[in-house]
């Protein structure tokens, strides 16, 4: 009895054996081939052998700017301009100078380098370049600042409190021009002009409505941008005498009519009235047309009107 029921004990524990020394070379080959197969499998990625912090590196290099590109309104230089160049490593290269008319500088070692036409980051570039090409300063690290604009210049003319010439070092616009002049006077036209040359050579002349620049219109504010030129025009008047109580000459507002300008003389006296209103004004000829107006009618510059004294 005792030896029939250790017989299936003895029995299974060598089928168990058995079976766990038939599944044990499989389990290693798996384990083996895994990263075999790690590495050829086609959807696997191959693994990474690029130094520690290189792709820091190139991500940094990745999302630095072109500055082989520049921007739209950067400024280039000019004749006249006054430039301060230095050289990484290489004081004795230090130099202040100034860009002749015919575009050039001139720089130690490498004699005249044109710059006319360039932008900062252009002209660096092209001292570096020159510098490397004698054999004087490979790869030299080269930086430039401009310390007096002067070849790009804007006129401002006209009714404003400091006319003249004034530099810009970009593209800037009518209201920070106006700015540089001192502002409109009081005698200046609410309508001013801009006028510039096209690209047949030509000119080209932009009124704006100062009501609107100083709105905050965007479409008024306009670029200003080399040899343009800003002028502003004295406000227009017209002239009003006769039975008014203050006649003399006064500002003519845009779509003043004839009723207005009666008001702004101080209106009629006693004995004015609005049938000896005659309005005076001079033809394409040069010659003065005397009239009666309607009080609806809208002035013009210039124009004079007369009023009659009433007999009844």
Do not use: H
């Not at 003249?164 to 009081?186: D, F, Q, R, W």
């Not at 040899?227 to 006649?247: H, S, T």
Request: a positive charge; proline letters at 6%.
């Amino acid at each position: 009895m005792t030896l029939r029921k250790a017989l299936p004990i003895a029995l299974l524990i060598q089928i168990a054996a058995l079976a766990s020394c038939a599944q044990a070379p499989a389990g290693v080959e798996s384990r083996q081939a895994s990263p075999r197969a790690a590495a050829t499998s086609p959807g696997a990625a191959p693994r990474a052998t690029t130094p520690a912090g290189s792709s820091a590196r190139a991500a940094a290099q990745g999302a630095a700017p072109d500055s082989s590109t520049a921007a739209p309104n950067e400024y280039r230089l000019g004749p006249g301009d006054i430039v301060k160049i230095s050289v990484y490593g290489n004081p004795d290269l230090a130099t202040e100078t100034e860009v002749s008319q015919g575009g050039k500088i001139s720089f130690p070692l490498v004699g005249e380098v044109a710059v006319g036409g360039l932008t900062r980051g252009e002209a660096e570039r092209a001292i570096s370049e020159s510098l490397g090409k004698g054999g004087f300063v490979p790869n030299a690290y080269v930086n430039m600042l401009v310390s007096q604009y002067r070849s790009q210049q804007v006129s401002v003319v006209g009714e404003v409190n400091k006319p003249g010439n004034y530099a810009i070092n970009k593209a800037s616009s009518v209201t920070e021009l106006l700015a540089m002049a001192g502002g409109i006077t009081a005698k200046g036209s609410s309508v001013i002009a801009v006028i510039r040359k096209d690209s047949k050579g030509g000119t080209v002349r932009q009124e704006i409505d100062t009501r609107k620049l100083f709105a905050g219109s965007d479409a008024a504010n306009v670029r200003i941008t080399q040899d343009d030129v800003i002028y502003v025009p004295a406000m227009p008047v017209f002239y009003i005498y006769g039975e008014v109580r203050q006649p003399g000459s006064y500002p003519l507002a845009p779509d003043m009519t004839v009723r207005q300008a009666l008001s702004v003389g101080g209106g009629l006296t006693v004995r004015g009235t609005e049938r000896g209103v005659r309005l005076d004004r001079k033809d394409k000829d040069g010659k003065v047309v005397s009239r009666r107006p309607n009080l609806d009618d809208k002035l013009r510059p210039d124009d004079v009107l007369q009023i009659a004294e009433s007999w009844f």
